[in-house]
């Protein structure tokens, strides 16, 4: 299609300015609906299968498709979050990492950015958001890493901190993969063969196990007793977030270290002082205006986001990732 473009001279300025068609795209060969279409495209496939669809360069797919994304941020703004969500990926080996801010009301990313996971890299999230956002901000959900509590009790120190329940439950399957490890060091022969590649089969709840899986978990918490305590100690500390009011939740954790000292399992024991030394930030979770806030949310959202950067086999442009990142929740436009 080809269309005449006008061209006039500025009288204020003196120079020479061109129409714009509110209809073409930032590439000019192409039509903004037909930049959208490749836009919807990339959500779910790669750029280079678009590209042979569409018998389109790659590079050409990829720059529309970062049109599109733009569009979508453009349309739906940036939010003056109630609830958010903190967490980091791994952008690449060797520990390399960038934060994510996701608002959990509306579940969606809202901030990719930082250069690790420091203390002055979370703090440019709240510098991004101003003063006037960051004040509406009540509850923030992150792990137990310091450098995020302590710059979060800095710049929101009127929201209440909640340490995500998946990643303390996450610290408690390392604690009992770290008893596995030392009753494989200590035992030798037939009661070694046991233990023996049954990591996940330990690690996993019982209702995901096959025939297979329940039949080797049960010979082994059979035949080895330290493993069958911490194992027993594991599934039972499940209920902890059950309770409806912190002072029922904090008798049954009481009770809880009670039954473990009487074990001797040293990782299981160094879990418990790092659940009591954080309890000020797992206390919210029983506050009733929390409960219906989506937890859940930040780890399927990394989940997402590994996907995504499978689906590339990595992505090496940090800004297209991070325009990813950012609208893979959004509705498609």
Not at 95 to 124: P, Q
Request: aromatic content about 12%.
């Amino acid at each position: 299609m080809e269309v005449d473009i006008r061209r006039v001279a500025c009288r204020q300025c003196g120079k020479v300015k061109q129409e714009k068609l509110s209809w073409i795209s930032d590439n000019p060969w192409y039509t903004k609906r037909f930049a959208f279409d490749v836009g919807r495209r990339c959500r779910s496939s790669t750029i280079l299968d678009v590209a042979e669809d569409f018998r389109l360069d790659w590079e050409t797919v990829k720059a529309l498709d970062i049109q599109y994304m733009n569009a979508q941020l453009k349309r739906f703004g940036t939010p003056a979050p109630r609830v958010i969500g903190i967490d980091e990926i791994s952008v690449k080996k060797k520990h390399h990492y960038r934060i994510v801010v996701s608002d959990l009301e509306r579940r969606r990313a809202i901030w990719f950015g930082g250069s690790d996971r420091k203390e002055t890299s979370m703090d440019l999230f709240y510098e991004w958001l101003g003063p006037k956002k960051s004040k509406k901000i009540q509850l923030a959900v992150m792990d137990m890493w310091e450098a995020f509590t302590n710059s979060a009790k800095k710049n929101i120190p009127q929201a209440d901190i909640l340490y995500d329940k998946f990643h303390i439950m996450k610290h408690l399957g390392e604690a009992l993969d770290d008893v596995r490890k030392l009753e494989y060091k200590r035992l030798s022969g037939k009661d070694r063969d046991y233990i023996k590649g049954q990591k996940y089969t330990l690690l996993s709840r019982k209702k995901n196990l096959t025939l297979k899986g329940r039949s080797a978990l049960k010979e082994l918490l059979k035949v080895n007793e330290r493993l069958n305590a911490a194992y027993l100690l594991k599934e039972f500390f499940s209920q902890f977030w059950d309770y409806k009011r912190e002072g029922w939740a904090r008798r049954f954790f009481n009770n809880w270290k009670a039954a473990l000292e009487e074990q001797g399992l040293e990782p299981l024991e160094e879990f418990a002082e790092m659940v009591e030394s954080h309890w000020g930030g797992i206390t919210a979770y029983w506050k009733p205006e929390n409960k219906e806030i989506p937890l859940g949310f930040v780890e399927g959202f990394n989940n997402k986001i590994r996907v995504i950067q499978r689906r590339a086999y990595g992505l090496r442009d940090e800004e297209y990732l991070r325009l990813k990142v950012l609208t893979c929740c959004l509705p498609k436009i």
